[in-house]
């Protein structure tokens, strides 16, 4: 079965940091642009960074730009979100996806979510 899995979530107070991770298994990353999403609560899902298939190319919501960084490695299947100076607006569950090109919204896999929560 192909699947993504998120970890790294958690609880944490303003100002500090996460390293989000989302491996695939029964396929490969190598072959597809991946996004990072979040939903809070009563709000619509956001795309908050994006990443081409090689890597090379990179690209950020406002919300979250200067602060989180999108990261990964083919060879461990696996892509990264390094979130920074995190505030409580960051608050969601947040999901990577394989998507159908770069930075779209559709995507041919999901993964299940990850809750961060950021709160003093």
């Known amino acids: 079965q192909s699947q993504l899995v998120e970890s790294g979530g958690g609880l944490v107070q303003p100002g500090g940091s996460l390293r989000l991770s989302c491996v695939a298994s029964g396929f490969t990353l190598d072959g597809d642009p991946i996004g990072w999403f979040r939903q809070a609560p009563g709000k619509e899902r956001e795309r908050i960074s994006c990443?081409?298939?090689?890597?090379?190319?990179?690209k950020y919501a406002d919300s979250v730009k200067g602060r989180f960084t999108i990261s990964r490695d083919n060879a461990k299947n696996t892509v990264y979100l390094q979130m920074n100076s995190l505030k409580p607006e960051d608050t969601a569950v947040y999901y990577c996806?394989?998507?159908?090109?770069?930075?779209?919204?559709?995507?041919?896999?999901w993964g299940q979510g990850t809750q961060v929560t950021v709160s003093s």
């Open positions: 990443i081409s298939v090689e890597g090379s190319i990179t």
């Open positions: 996806a394989a998507t159908n090109y770069y930075c779209s919204d559709s995507a041919r896999y």
